[in-house]
């Protein structure tokens, strides 16, 4: 075995003679220990936040959209449409069309996107899952709209006495001499009511793809973008490249995360900020690891010597301790961790902490979260141990 490390570990696991070197090391255990615990709760607390935040996205935006840099829509040609039907990657993919537009219901005005949507579209964006009510029948005037909306038109589900009007702009150029021209007008019935969270609940009211083509004046290959749901285990590049070839240089294909590319830059930015301040609270706990060791290297003077003059380098001296400390870092790091994974399982499983009574504090298990409390605290551990380690010198053992 190791001369340095057989050495380290004899130190580390026997009493010292002092109570108060024993006190400081089982200090610096204990922090070690708590620090990793919390490191991992917290992370994976985060994670799950993330998740949660991130799966409301889910509902809306697609693996991949396509549409215009060049204008509103796309005109999608037979060819096209072959070649995209063929496409390996794509399970599913829907033709719609986005529009601001107003409605009115009761006196109550409220401006949002009409969306048109084809039969595909339950297929690419599981919508339908959080609809009360009746999904979209193709082929007629039903719309689907958010509760917030509805709240804010004071709308009820299957209420057909007072007409839900959307007022849509004409295409075309110059002043408007007669609003009452310049608008395309039709009455729509409410049929199903979706909720997601404040944000989507007011963003848009579904209706058919035909319907909304008509209102809007546009030719039947006319739309605004192509929603995609891939395969399982598809490579988004390759699909992604396939597309921009199909539709030209004039469109943009964008996956889930660039459609909300300030959403994912907010939580990476919040995640690196939590990291970095948990980061700075384990530097701060490592400075007992620092004392502890430069605690034992004075108590374990006249062995030292003893080692010096059986021929001992400083050089190895230093790496006892080095070692030492670093032990004592893995031995506490992998005791948190246990200790923190099983909080994360207890949560998971048994959903002991509440947001609301229905909701669960959201916690996520990450193996790549155990690599990055591991690695940051072994890191910041060695590095600890060699500054403490270096205290070693002739001068000190003369």
């Given amino acids: 075995m190791n001369f340095a490390f057989y050495i380290a570990r004899r130190y580390l696991f026997t009493l010292s003679k002092s109570s108060a070197i024993n006190f400081i090391t089982g200090i610096t255990s204990a922090s070690i220990i708590v620090g990793a615990a919390t490191m991992f709760v917290v992370i994976s607390a985060f994670s799950g936040l993330k998740e949660f935040s991130l799966s409301f996205t889910n509902n809306f935006d697609p693996d991949l959209k396509v549409t215009s840099i060049v204008g509103k829509t796309i005109t999608m040609t037979p060819e096209q449409e072959q070649a995209l039907k063929k496409m390996p990657g794509i399970a599913y993919y829907s033709r719609i069309i986005e529009e601001r537009v107003l409605f009115s219901y009761d006196g109550k005005q409220q401006?949002?996107?009409?969306?048109?949507?084809?039969?595909?579209?339950?297929?690419?964006?599981?919508?339908?899952?959080?609809?009360?009510?009746?999904?979209?029948?193709?082929?007629?005037?039903?719309?689907?709209?958010?509760?917030?909306?509805?709240?804010?038109?004071?709308?009820?589900?299957?209420?057909?006495?007072?007409?839900?009007?959307?007022?849509?702009?004409?295409?075309?150029?110059?002043?408007?001499?007669?609003?009452?021209?310049?608008?395309?007008?039709?009455?729509?019935?409410?049929?199903?009511?979706?909720?997601?969270?404040?944000?989507?609940?007011?963003?848009?009211?579904?209706?058919?793809?035909?319907?909304?083509?008509?209102?809007?004046?546009?030719?039947?290959?006319?739309?605004?973008?192509?929603?995609?749901?891939?395969?399982?285990n598809i490579s988004e590049d390759s699909v992604m490249s396939e597309l921009q070839k199909l539709f030209g240089p004039k469109t943009d294909v964008k996956t889930r995360a660039q459609l909300n590319d300030a959403l994912y830059r907010m939580l990476n930015t919040e995640f690196i900020a939590v990291y970095l301040i948990l980061t700075l609270i384990i530097i701060m706990t490592l400075f007992t690891l620092i004392g502890a060791i430069i605690m034992m290297i004075l108590d374990k003077k006249s062995n030292l010597k003893t080692l010096a003059s059986l021929g001992a380098e400083i050089r190895e001296l230093r790496r006892i301790f080095l070692l030492q400390g670093t032990l004592l870092t893995l031995t506490g790091c992998f005791i948190g961790l246990f200790i923190g994974i099983m909080l994360v399982i207890l949560q998971l499983k048994f959903q002991m902490f509440m947001i609301t009574d229905n909701l669960a504090y959201p916690v996520a298990f990450s193996i790549q979260n155990i690599f990055i409390v591991l690695a940051t605290i072994m890191i910041l551990g060695f590095i600890a141990s060699k500054i403490a380690s270096s205290r070693i010198s002739k001068k000190l053992l003369e």
């Fill in 111 to 232: 401006v949002t996107y009409l969306k048109g949507i084809d039969s595909n579209y339950i297929y690419v964006n599981p919508i339908k899952e959080k609809v009360a009510g009746q999904w979209v029948v193709p082929n007629s005037n039903q719309v689907v709209m958010g509760f917030g909306t509805s709240d804010k038109l004071s709308i009820q589900l299957y209420n057909f006495e007072i007409p839900l009007e959307v007022f849509i702009p004409k295409p075309g150029k110059g002043q408007i001499d007669d609003p009452d021209k310049a608008f395309t007008k039709a009455s729509l019935r409410p049929t199903g009511f979706y909720s997601i969270n404040e944000d989507y609940d007011s963003k848009y009211v579904f209706a058919d793809l035909d319907l909304v083509q008509h209102l809007m004046e546009f030719q039947p290959n006319t739309i605004s973008g192509l929603e995609i749901k891939l395969k399982p």
